[in-house]
């Protein structure tokens, strides 16, 4: 079984920056793509960035250029640095991985971290 922990949410004012960390654990695994997803309230999850194993990158248009997707293989982990951060970038972020393990390939989820932009 694989778990993924995201932490780093937060209150932050409009303008401010956060960092979001998605560490996988587990054994036997390997991960293909690692993403961040966003829900705001009231409303469905999307995709806010993506980081593929080759670390290729595409962003949301609303996204691009304030926030950055990274990876640390060796870690497992991923990361999203969000800066000049908005109202409308509220909402919970959850991290989701394509994960390898035991010859099948199946996506996972974190628990999901709150992030509070305030204007």
């Known amino acids: 079984q694989v778990q993924l922990v995201e932490s780093g949410g937060g209150l932050v004012q409009a303008g401010g920056s956060l960092r979001l960390s998605c560490a996988a654990s587990?054994?036997?695994?390997?991960?293909?793509?690692m993403s961040w997803y966003r829900q705001a309230p009231g409303k469905q999850r999307d995709l806010v960035a993506v980081?593929?194993?080759?670390?290729?990158?595409n962003y949301a248009d609303s996204v691009k250029g304030r926030f950055t997707i990274s990876r640390d293989n060796a870690k497992n982990t991923v990361y999203l640095q969000m800066n000049s951060l908005k109202p409308e970038d509220t909402g919970v972020y959850y991290c989701?991985?394509?994960?390898?393990?035991?010859?099948?390939?199946?996506?996972?989820w974190g628990q999901g971290t709150q992030v509070t932009v305030s204007s």
């Open positions: 980081n593929t194993s080759g670390g290729t990158t």
């Open positions: 989701q991985a394509i994960v390898v393990l035991g010859g099948w390939t199946d996506i996972y």
């Open positions: 587990g054994s036997g695994f390997s991960i293909n793509a």
